[in-house]
Nanobody, 126 residues
Framework: QGQLMESGGGLVQPGGSLRLSCAPS????????MGWFRQAPGKEREFVAA???????RYASSLKGRFTIRRVVAENSVTLQMNTLNPEDTAVYYC????????????????????WGQGTQVTVSS
């Protein structure tokens, strides 16, 4: 079982929107940097977006403008707002957390994240 809990996945039609949420399920999880990755069937896991303390964000270049990551300080969680979804966005979306305030160039590297969720399925289909 993952140390982070994702929610908000599901089935959506092309052009629709979804909002994913992620929060630690254990007090020992540090959330200095939190990120989202995704893995489509038959493909490698890829970076989606990340945010660190202070609100610094980084996005996969192909997704910037459609996806927005935000930190919910009061809940020690993050959300990923996904708009104008298309079938190529279909994947399992994983939340990850790091105990470090990662520099921007490191945010997209899964090796720098200490904790992971089990993933939530997002399916974009008509």
């Amino acid at each position: 079982q993952g140390q982070l809990m994702e929610s908000g996945g599901g089935l959506v039609q092309p052009g629709g929107s979804l909002r994913l949420s992620c929060a630690p399920s254990e007090r020992t999880v540090s959330t200095n940097t939190m990120g989202w990755f995704r893995q489509a069937p038959g493909k490698e896991r890829e970076f989606v977006a990340a945010i660190r303390n202070g609100g610094i964000t980084r996005y996969a270049s192909s997704l910037k403008g459609r996806f927005t990551i935000r930190r919910v300080v009061a809940e020690n969680s993050v959300t990923l707002q996904m708009n104008t979804l298309n079938p190529e966005d279909t994947a399992v979306y994983y939340c990850a957390s790091s105990s470090n305030n990662l520099i921007t160039s490191s945010m997209s590297n899964p090796q720098f994240y200490n904790w992971w969720g089990q993933g939530t399925q997002v399916t974009v289909s008509s």
